[in-house]
């Protein structure tokens, strides 16, 4: 499985912005997927995640205002943001995994994208 994350930017806080991936491979619709981020100078933390039957997960600080969904005839996943905050700024990594579980922990994901980065300024 390949991914590619898309869709980043230089946004205002309190603006929007959706990131999109789009991935290679067969039986996308059975892999759990998520959303992770990097801020400069700290370590990728879980930001959500969506498994196959559509059950979503949220870390607290975007609870409300981050939505995760999927299109799997399009082989896609989007984060909508809203709400931006200046905190929100990091490079935001999609990834995947067969098991189909929830996990926040990077190690749990086989498959990973390349980053697209999401600045928010204040």
């Known amino acids: 499985v390949q991914l590619q994350a898309y869709g980043g930017g230089l946004v205002q806080a309190g603006d929007s912005l959706r990131l999109s991936c789009g991935a290679s491979?067969?039986?996308?619709?059975?892999?759990?997927l998520a959303w992770f981020r990097q801020a400069l100078g700290k370590e990728r933390e879980f930001v959500t995640s969506i498994r196959s039957g559509g059950t979503t997960y949220y870390a607290d600080s975007v609870k409300g205002r981050f939505t995760i969904s999927r299109d799997n005839a399009k082989n896609t996943v989007y984060l909508q943001m809203d709400s931006l905050k200046p905190e929100d700024t990091a490079l935001y990594y999609c990834a995947a995994d067969a098991r189909n579980v929830y996990s926040t922990y990077v190690g749990a994901y086989r498959y990973w994208g390349r980053g697209t980065q999401v600045t928010v300024s204040s």
């Open positions: 491979g067969r039986a996308f619709n059975t892999y759990a």
